[in-house]
């Protein structure tokens, strides 16, 4: 596993760098925004890890400069900012899961194994992903159903891209919590619920055909 770290903090990184090359992965590390985006460029990685507050060009825009020229990157946000305004910044931005600092490395490690395994396993997928007359392509990463373009925010995406590759078959909620959200997904919260009936409104409102369906007690199926 090939992993860029981007963090100012130099004990932080130390400590990081030391831990995840430990593991046996290899592991490059930039100091600012701008040395990150410049390591980004110059190699693939299988995980980018970014501090939010760096000097030169912050998490934020690095992460949407990251996902602009690679979108099926995983990155993980690394920060102290633990606003629900904060996360909503970051997810906005394109991030794939979000850790609060403090943290325990153990959890950082299972993160980025969660986010190297979800990226693999969209590795292998063709970058069209149909079911019926709704169609994804991955690298444009645009979303269409009988040739109408649809605009999905990049949560309704990711959920959309599991449920692609997985259609056909019922997907739990414990599922999509490990997949699309993150490890400690709270199971009391309805959020999947809510993005579930936001994706299904825009996927399947104005279609006779419906794709998107609730298995009662089990959790959802895409199929045609």
Request: net charge neutral; aromatic share 8%.
């Amino acid at each position: 596993m090939t992993i860029l770290l981007v963090e100012d903090e130099a004990s932080l990184a130390s400590f990081i760098q030391k831990g995840v090359a430990a593991e046996g992965y290899d592991i490059k590390v930039a100091y600012d925004g701008v040395m990150g985006q410049r390591l980004f460029a110059q190699q693939p990685y299988d995980v980018v890890v970014l501090d939010v507050n760096l000097p030169g060009l912050n998490g934020f825009e690095l992460c949407r400069y990251i996902k602009r020229h690679s979108p099926r990157q995983a990155v993980l946000l690394l920060t102290a900012l633990d606003g629900l305004p904060d996360k909503e910044s970051g997810f906005g931005a394109g991030a794939d899961d979000y850790l609060v600092k403090p943290f325990e490395f153990r959890e950082l490690l299972l993160r980025i194994r969660a986010l190297a395994r979800r990226s693999s396993a969209y590795a292998g997928q063709h970058a069209l992903l149909q079911v019926a007359d709704l169609v994804m392509d991955t690298d444009a990463r645009t979303v269409t159903r009988a040739g109408q373009r649809l605009e999905l925010t990049t949560r309704e995406y990711a959920l959309l891209e599991y449920l692609l590759v997985n259609k056909g078959k019922t997907v739990s909620r414990i599922d999509i919590a490990e997949k699309v959200w993150d490890l400690h997904f709270d199971t009391n919260t309805n959020v999947i619920d809510v993005y579930i009936n936001y994706l299904r409104k825009k996927i399947d409102k104005n279609f006779d055909q419906k794709l998107l369906h609730t298995v009662v007690g089990m959790g959802y199926l895409l199929q045609g």
